[in-house]
């Protein structure tokens, strides 16, 4: 066979089905309006040409509509025929029927095609819209009609509305599922299709009144029976069988309630382990949060701090969702309960919201309090390490020194001392005196540092007090035999003469120039703390002012070590053998020089200690200034959310479900945010691992973006639930969407954000809404506007109570 012989063989097949689904819908059709029409005494024998004046289609509308039509022109021109048929198709468009390419002349002119369209619309709008089943309508209300009909019979599997329905087994299931009296259903065959289609066809005639709109022969012999001829025969039979479908559905809310009460309990047993396990949770944890016992150094109370972390980024969060969660089964049973007109749920004494928002209150209390003191704490063991080992170092330089003197100061050397050695002996004296008052500072300021660690509560305080008082013992003593051993020297110097003058003014000058070393060296090597630029900006200038005093230092050095040259010199030019060291101090020239050899090496170690310090404190100031712009993008983007959450709540238009669908994309928005936060949080514990405990570039705390973000989540949450909270009371008191538009239109005003007196705000619960009480009572408007936008409101009400939209009381003001 050639390919235009195949062709032309498909096109014939193609005409073929065509015709004959065609003339299957104008027999179902004929019928179906013939069912309808006999009962204003008429009817029609062909579908083509008895609609064609308008009048007949004009009465069909009537009788299925039950409603009158404009008068019909009974004149015989086909202007009369095109406005009696205009009257009909108007009368279809305005409940809600769009009639595409459907026009009055080509009805007129007895257009089949465009006839059968107008029939299968009207049959649609008026026998099968209506359909609805289990949140199903329309066709796929009936499709799953027809299935959970014939469910339990067996060779019966309806999936469509064409091939399901050839074998007669779906229709004799149907008739026996509502009247197994009308059909023996066990002596069907599956193979005997034409015996099952007419078999059901006149039952469904004699006994239900459902006039035989279908060939029994069309149906079998055509591959796809047509649909709409199947389904328009199938709609007389939902209708038929309304009355019993309505018992079963009465039976089946009395299972859905007694489902419902059920769930209830369930919730309510839901909350009251969760509300105790959450109570039990914050009872374990605040006596934890509320321990004060101190530790003894900085790393133990780092330890605290990290379990303290722990505790927030852990342990916390989970606790955080599990209130949330409350609050939400909370208002969801609520309503739920309500909508069943069962008395609202009281939980356990000590369970309810308010007593868990209120242990959640004290449990921030105590963590905020916990965080202070261990911040506190290790400022305070931070300061206190740091005053010890200043203790022990300056101790143990006053120790080395003192090394000694007690046995310096009671030996009896000037009994057996000539004259010079006397007077040498009184100069060194003199010297040492003068050395001894240069060290009172430094026992004053051991004095002071151990009274500081005492304050402080140093752990360690029993060995540092016995030290001091130690050093403070034997400075009196030091003090006491220094004044026996002067008093000594001068009742021996009036004996004794001759004092060389330049030993004794290098004794003089170089002792305190020693001590200065010493000093110096000790400042040097003294340990600092700081917790900002400013701070070790202040050492640092500090440090150059004193190295600009080294050079007049130098000159001094210089000058002490001339008069030791001046000494030999004069020894030599006179040939006097010196014996031994200066008799009036101990402070050589090569101590001198090696003490300032040892101070200008400690300068640039001092500078480079300073520097470090330096690069630290200013990588701390990056720190806090990285944190301050995340913190003020953060609590920006957290401010915005929640501005933006509000308005939202006042101006969500469209469906409910809509708005439901936009609120949980809003907060997969939000939490997408959540990397953000984390983001920061890791900054936070940078700066915290610093020990960084300012700063000046946020007003923002972790806390309060901690606080900030868990109210964000909460009020998406609870914004998401309320819609879904409404939409559960609407789907209870069956409010239509157009009704909830006009009702809407009345209260619009109403939830906009209420004027200062009013009292009222957008995220109010007691919005005019119909979901939130079946009074309306609106209470504070004194205003003369709000007062006659409020009469208004009550008038609109009024009328729709009169249309029965919904019941409600009226409280004018």
């Not at 009172?440 to 002071?448: K, L, S």
């Not at 030091?478 to 110097?493: D, F, P």
Request: with cysteine.
């Amino acid at each position: 066979m050639s390919a235009n012989q195949e062709h032309e063989n498909t096109q014939r097949l193609v005409c073929v089905c065509v015709c004959v689904c065609v003339f299957s819908q104008m027999s179902t059709f004929t019928a179906w309006c013939n069912s309808h029409l006999r009962k204003a005494g008429t009817q029609i024998d062909n579908i083509e040409e008895d609609f064609r004046d308008g009048l007949k289609l004009m009465l069909l509308l009537e009788v299925i509509s039950g409603e009158r039509l404009p008068k019909p022109e009974r004149g015989k021109m086909r202007v009369h025929k095109i406005n009696n048929v205009n009257k009909a198709l108007d009368f279809i468009a305005s409940k809600g029927v769009k009639l595409v390419s459907i026009g009055a002349e080509e009805i007129v002119d007895g257009n089949a095609k465009m006839t059968l369209g107008m029939i299968w619309t009207i049959i649609l709008r008026f026998a099968i819209q209506d359909i609805s089943v289990e949140e199903t309508s329309a066709k796929e209300g009936l499709l799953l009609w027809c299935q959970r009909k014939t469910a339990p019979y067996k060779n019966v599997n309806v999936q469509n509305f064409h091939i399901s329905w050839k074998d007669g087994l779906a229709f004799n299931a149907l008739i026996h599922r509502h009247r197994p009296d009308l059909i023996d259903y066990d002596s069907l065959r599956k193979d005997d299709p034409v015996t099952n289609l007419n078999n059901a066809f006149e039952v469904a005639e004699k006994h239900l009144d459902i006039p035989k709109m279908l060939d029994a022969e069309d149906i079998v012999n055509t591959a796809r029976p047509d649909e709409k001829a199947i389904m328009t025969y199938v709609s007389s039979f939902y209708h038929a069988f309304s009355g019993a479908q309505k018992a079963e559905t009465a039976a089946n809310r009395i299972c859905k309630v007694l489902a419902v009460n059920q769930e209830n309990e369930q919730m309510m047993e839901d909350y009251e382990k969760l509300a105790s396990d959450l109570l039990e949770w914050i009872r374990r944890t605040i006596p934890w949060l509320e321990n004060r016992t101190q530790e003894k150094t900085v790393n133990d109370m780092q330890a605290k701090q990290e379990d303290f972390r722990d505790y927030r980024c852990v342990h916390k969060p989970p606790k955080v969702q599990e209130k949330c969660q409350l609050e939400i089964s909370f208002n969801t049973l609520q309503t739920k309960l309500r909508l069943s007109s069962r008395p609202a749920f009281m939980p356990s004494e000590g369970r309810m919201v308010s007593d868990i928002n209120g242990a959640w209150h004290t449990l921030e209390g105590a963590e905020k309090g916990y965080e202070e003191w261990i911040l506190s704490e290790i400022r305070r063991l931070e300061r206190l390490e740091h005053l010890a080992e200043k203790f022990h170092q300056k101790a143990a330089i006053h120790e080395s020194w003192t090394d000694g003197k007690e046995a310096m100061l009671t030996q009896k050397d000037y009994e057996t001392s000539t004259l010079s050695e006397v007077k040498a002996l009184l100069k060194k004296h003199e010297a040492f005196e003068s050395d001894l008052a240069a060290h009172q500072d430094r026992v004053e300021q051991i004095a002071a540092i151990a009274q500081e660690l005492n304050e402080l509560d140093y752990y360690d305080s029993a060995s540092v007090n016995t030290r001091c008082q130690k050093i403070c013992d034997q400075w009196d003593v030091l003090g006491a035999l220094t004044q026996s051993r002067k008093e000594s020297l001068e009742r021996t110097e009036k004996q004794l003469e001759s004092i060389d003058e330049l030993y004794l003014e290098y004794a003089k000058r170089a002792a305190p120039f020693n001590n200065w070393m010493e000093g110096a060296m000790e400042d040097l090597q003294d340990m600092f703390i700081v917790h900002n630029i400013e701070e070790i900006q202040g050492l640092i200038t500090a440090h150059e002012q004193f190295k600009s005093t080294l050079p007049e230092a130098n000159k001094e050095r210089e000058a002490i070590q001339a008069i030791q040259a001046e000494v030999q010199k004069i020894a030599q030019s006179n040939g006097i053998k010196l014996s031994g060291a200066n008799p009036y101090t101990t402070i050589t020239p090569e101590s001198i020089d090696n003490k300032w050899e040892k101070a200008m090496q400690m300068v640039p170690q001092r500078d480079s200690a300073l520097q470090e310090e330096l690069n630290k404190q200013n990588s701390n100031d990056t720190l806090r200034a990285k944190f301050a712009t995340q913190a003020n993008a953060v609590g920006a983007y957290i401010q915005a959310k929640m501005e933006e959450i509000g308005r939202i709540s006042i101006e969500m238009n469209g469906t409910l479900e809509d708005q439901l669908t936009n609120l949980k994309d809003y907060q997969d928005t939000i939490i997408s945010y959540q990397p953000e936060i984390n983001t920061l949080e890791g900054d936070h514990q940078l700066i915290q691992e610093a020990l960084i405990f300012d700063n000046q570039y946020t007003s923002y705390t972790m806390e309060h973006l901690r606080v900030g973000w868990e109210q964000l989540l909460t009020t998406i949450a609870r914004t998401i639930n309320e819609v879904e909270n409404q939409i559960l009371t609407r789907d209870a008191k069956g409010i239509s969407q157009e009704q909830l538009f006009e009702y809407r239109a009345s209260f619009n005003h109403f939830d906009k954000v209420r004027a200062p007196s009013s009292g009222l705000t957008a995220a109010s619960p007691h919005r005019c809404c119909p979901f939130y009480a079946d009074e309306v009572s609106v209470l504070g408007l004194r205003a003369k506007q709000n007062i006659i936008i409020y009469n208004r409101m009550c008038k609109n009400i009024k009328q729709m109570v009169l249309k029965g939209i919904f019941r409600c009381k009226f409280n004018p003001l």
